[in-house]
Every structure is written in C-alpha cells, then in structure tokens.
C-alpha cells in the first residue's frame, strides 16, 4: 500500500496514524486510556530515531472511535501534551479494526 511510520524532511517530521498496540507483545489492550498510551509511546520512539522529541510536536490529530472515550483519554491526553500545547484535532470516526480504539497521528517540528 505504501506506507512509512514517519516521512522527515529537513526540520519537520510527519508520523503516520499511530494505533495503540504494543509492539512488545503484539496486543491491543481494551481500555482506550492504555491503547493511546501505547500510541504516545511508539511516537516517542520514532521521533527520537528521527532526532526529535515530544517538545518538537506542532501538530496532532486524534481519531476516536466512540465520543464515550474522551473523558478518559483526556487525562492522558494533558500528561503527554499539556506543556507542548501542539495545534490538535480529534474526529470521531471508524478505524480499520473493531479492537483499535484512537490514532494519533503527530508532525513534529525542530527548528
């Protein structure tokens, strides 16, 4: 199909839609709190390869599956990003599997 996990060009950094497995044992977890953990997680990991960090996000978008999830992803939500403050969006809107719940997807930004 096409896909990168990240596109870097120059200063910027574009990451994919990142769902919340964990890439250490291949599972989805059930609670929509853990699966955007998961989702923070990988995007650390691919920014960090790429020479970024989390400060240098500009830019985020959320997909969730069901407006019910939102109260609880917003606690995680304010850990991870509240100090960055990136510009954000979040739909809701169906994913291409039942069991994933929200994908974030992040640009980042290092000049």
Known sequence: MGYSRAVI?????FVSG??????????????????????FATIRGVL????????????????????AY??????????TLADIRPAATMVIAGLVRPEMKVEVEVTAFRG
């Open 9 to 13: 060009q120059g200063d910027w950094c």
């Open 18 to 39: 990142t769902t919340g497995y964990d890439y250490a044992t291949m599972a989805m977890p059930e609670d929509p709190a853990e699966q955007v953990r998961n989702c």
């Open 48 to 67: 960090e390869k790429g020479g970024f960090t989390m400060a240098d996000i500009v830019r985020v978008q959320y997909t969730v599956t069901d407006l």
């Open 70 to 79: 939102v109260d609880a992803l917003i606690p995680v939500l304010g850990e």
